[in-house]
T-cell receptor, first 112, second 115 residues
Framework: GQNIDQPTEMTATEGAIVQINCTYQ??????LFWYQQHAGEAPTFLSYNVLDGLEEKGRFSSFLSRSKGYSYLLLKELQMKDSASYLC?????????????FGTGTQLKVEL | EPEVTQTPSHQVTQMGQEVILRCVPISNHLYFYWYRQILGQKVEFLVSFYNNEISEKSEIFDDQFSVERPDGSNFTLKIRSTKLEDSAMYFC?????????????FGQGTRLTVV
């Protein structure tokens, strides 16, 4: 089966850096995605890794180690608006498409 | 910027009634998905759709569920006889193609409440 683990909650200070970890055990791995979700809203795409290493996108970076089944999302220069749930999702290669299997999400609270 | 649109944003229905949730995917996308998120829980895959047929479905997607692309733009999810446990946020997503460097874009969701 598919198993994706990430911490339930994290708290960080405005202006700081926070790292949200995700570990996964899946078959048919075809990439790892990070989405941001504000309460009651749709997930919005942040980053994508399919090869090992670091992908940087402005204040957000994401890292992947396929051999370890591990990824993290790094958020720099935290802003209050970054308070949201961060969803780790693994894309599973299937015959007819690429479904996403989501973790439970990490609720990040940014404080002054 | 193109986006996935869903209607209605909220739907309240009585148990046993049929509901149809509507989605307009991004126009040049070829792969379509429905996901749901029960309040406080994780986003769960329901079904994927490509080339006018279901390509994969989850265990949740039983005989009460169906999807259709009735014309060139709409993609619908029908729940034939709703149950209380169908109350959730339903997200439609579309993707231009499969393969690397392609992400799924999500609509704003329909909050379904079954009473």
């Amino acid at each position: 089966g598919q198993n994706i683990d990430q911490p339930t909650e994290m708290t960080a200070t405005e202006g700081a850096i926070v790292q949200i970890n995700c570990t996964y055990q899946t078959s048919g791995f075809n990439g790892l995605f990070w989405y941001q979700q504000h309460a009651g809203e749709a997930p919005t795409f942040l980053s994508y890794n399919v090869l090992d290493g670091l992908e940087e996108k402005g204040r957000f970076s994401s890292f992947l180690s396929r051999s370890k089944g591990y990824s993290y999302l790094l958020l720099k220069e935290l802003q209050m608006k970054d308070s949201a749930s961060y969803l780790c999702a693994v894309r599973i290669l299937t015959g007819g498409g690429n479904k996403l299997t989501f973790g439970t999400g990490t609720q990040l609270k940014v404080e002054l | 910027e193109p986006e996935v649109t869903q209607t209605p944003s909220h739907q309240v229905t009585q148990m046993g009634q049929e509901v149809i949730l509507r989605c307009v995917p991004i126009s040049n996308h070829l792969y379509f998905y429905w996901y749901r998120q029960i309040l406080g829980q994780k986003v769960e895959f329901l079904v994927s759709f490509y080339n006018n047929e279901i390509s994969e479905k989850s265990e949740i997607f039983d005989d009460q569920f169906s999807v259709e692309r009735p014309d060139g733009s709409n993609f619908t999810l029908k729940i034939r006889s709703t149950k209380l446990e169908d109350s959730a946020m339903y997200f439609c997503a579309s993707q231009i193609r499969t393969g690397i460097n392609t992400e799924a874009f999500f609509g704003q969701g329909t909050r379904l409440t079954v009473v």
